[in-house]
């Protein structure tokens, strides 16, 4: 984690809001001969009590959930468009390009959970992503029989998070003209990932 206490959020509503805005996370961990693995699912996110809890499913007999099962110490990073910042850009010259970026690490220990979890999981996931809860995708109108049998072959989880750590690098060390012109510039390449940053850098 790049830690430079000027490329931070600025308080812990900003890293949760940014968290349940990129729900699609990379969930990291090592198996049983200390190799990395990692799996990349969508996810819940809650704050209870001051702690935060993030929920997901992960298909069984897969390398990475054998991996989890068997060591349950994890990292799971939640990552935003990021963007190529020319050094062109900046008021000073003769310095180096770089590249701005957000992300959060939530590290925690996973722990699976039993069917009458996930039941509710897959009934919350639902509704959090499709938002009509009247479509004929919400679980409660699905066969019983089909999600029986879906089920089987997966597994519901819960992380209770230990540690949060958030890099949000967003030219936060440049003055306020190149801070301007960056943004303006990442308005022009006009790629969603640089309007985005550049609706970032301004917030």
Known sequence: MYDISYFKAKDHKEVFDFMQANPFVTICGVDEKGFPIAAQIPILIKEVEGKIVISGHLMRKQDHTNAFELN?????????????VSASWYTS???????????????????????????????????????????????KNLDPMYMQQNMKAIVSFEIEVAELKN????????????????????????????????????R
């Not at 994890?74 to 190529?84: D, E, T």
């Not at 996973?110 to 069917?115: F, G, N, P, V």
């Not at 009934?123 to 499709?130: A, P, Q």
């Not at 003055?175 to 301004?202: F, R, V, W």
Request: charged share 20%; proline share 3%; with cysteine.
């Open 72 to 84: 349950n110490h994890v990292l799971v990073i939640f990552s935003a468009p990021s963007a190529f």
């Open 93 to 139: 010259k003769g310095q180096a390009s770089t590249w701005n970026y957000q992300t959060v690490h939530a590290i925690g220990k996973i722990e699976m959970k039993d069917e009458a979890h996930l039941h509710q999981l897959l009934t919350d996931l639902t509704m959090h992503f499709e938002k009509d809860m009247d479509a004929p995708t919400q679980v």
């Open 167 to 202: 890099v949000f690098k967003l030219s936060q060390n440049r003055d306020e003209a190149s801070h301007q012109n960056i943004q303006n510039e990442l308005n022009k390449e006009g790629t969603p990932a640089c309007k985005y940053m550049a609706a970032a850098m301004k």
